[in-house]
Nanobody, 122 residues
Framework: QVQLVESGGGLVQAGGSLRLSCAAS????????MGWFRQGPGKEREFVAA????????YYADSVKGRFTISRDNAKNTVFLQMNSLKPEDTAVYYC???????????????WGQGTQVTVAS
């Protein structure tokens, strides 16, 4: 069982930056691929970014590529999402995800966090 707790959301002006964190419980964090999804107002939950268990492979949605960076610190059981050049359309609840295999678009992961709100003002 893995519990995921996100933090770092908030209100930011367009063009600004935020860094989301996701702290995971348990001693097997490095055994899980990690990722982020988001759900905007009136929209379905969508894939944002993913990271392999070692951190050596990363994947991004086209809409965030070049602006967002996913990383992990296995010693601290934490995954991060650095978000730069934020746009109003990035406004959403951001969810951390963990999977024993691979976090990927269209496939529910093994575990979800509770979400953190990100609001980008124009």
């Amino acid at each position: 069982q893995v519990q995921l707790v996100e933090s770092g959301g908030g209100l930011v002006q367009a063009g600004g930056s935020l860094r989301l964190s996701c702290a995971a419980s348990g001693r097997t964090f490095s055994s899980y691929a990690m990722g982020w999804f988001r759900q905007g107002p009136g929209k379905e939950r969508e894939f944002v970014a993913a990271l392999s268990r070692s951190g050596g492979l990363t994947y991004y949605a086209d809409s965030v590529k070049g602006r967002f960076t996913i990383s992990r610190d296995n010693a601290k059981n934490t995954v991060f999402l650095q978000m730069n050049s934020l746009k109003p359309e990035d406004t959403a609840v951001y969810y951390c995800a963990a999977d024993r295999s691979l976090v990927r678009s269209g496939v529910p992961p093994d575990y979800w966090g509770q979400g953190t709100q990100v609001t980008v003002a124009s």
